[in-house]
């Protein structure tokens, strides 16, 4: 059974920066691409970036391109999300989510291709 415990959420003023982090355990973390989802209220779960396995590649989407950093420490099993210059529209719970598949090449934007969730933690930003 896979864990995904997602931390470093919270409130913040717009322009500043949060961490998240996710500490996986229970599979091969450092064979499975990663990625990570944020759900609005009343706004369907969204994907935000994703990792390949060795974190050789990286993909964001459009809105965090150049504020967000999707990265991953195989050594000690954890995920991170660097995120600066926050808006209020950032504003979601944010989960991080494991890839069904172990190497594959291509990251993944679809939730159907990610089969472990956490259980999110929530970003707030302020205006």
């Known amino acids: 059974q896979v864990q995904l415990v997602e931390s470093g959420g919270g409130l913040v003023q717009a322009g500043g920066s949060l961490r998240l982090s996710c500490a996986a355990s229970g599979r091969t973390f450092s064979t499975y691409p990663m990625g990570w989802f944020r759900q609005a209220p009343g706004k369907e779960r969204e994907f935000v970036a994703a990792i390949s396995w060795s974190g050789s590649r990286t993909y964001y989407t459009d809105s965090v391109k150049g504020r967000f950093t999707i990265s991953r420490d195989n050594a000690k099993n954890t995920l991170h999300l660097q995120m600066d210059s926050l808006r209020p529209e950032d504003t979601a719970v944010y989960y991080c989510?494991?890839?069904?598949?172990?190497?594959?090449?291509?990251?993944?934007?679809?939730?159907?291709?990610?089969?472990?969730w956490g259980q999110g933690t929530q970003v707030t930003v302020s205006s």
């Open positions: 989510a494991a890839d069904r598949a172990p190497f594959r090449l291509q990251v993944q934007t679809t939730a159907d291709e990610y089969d472990y």
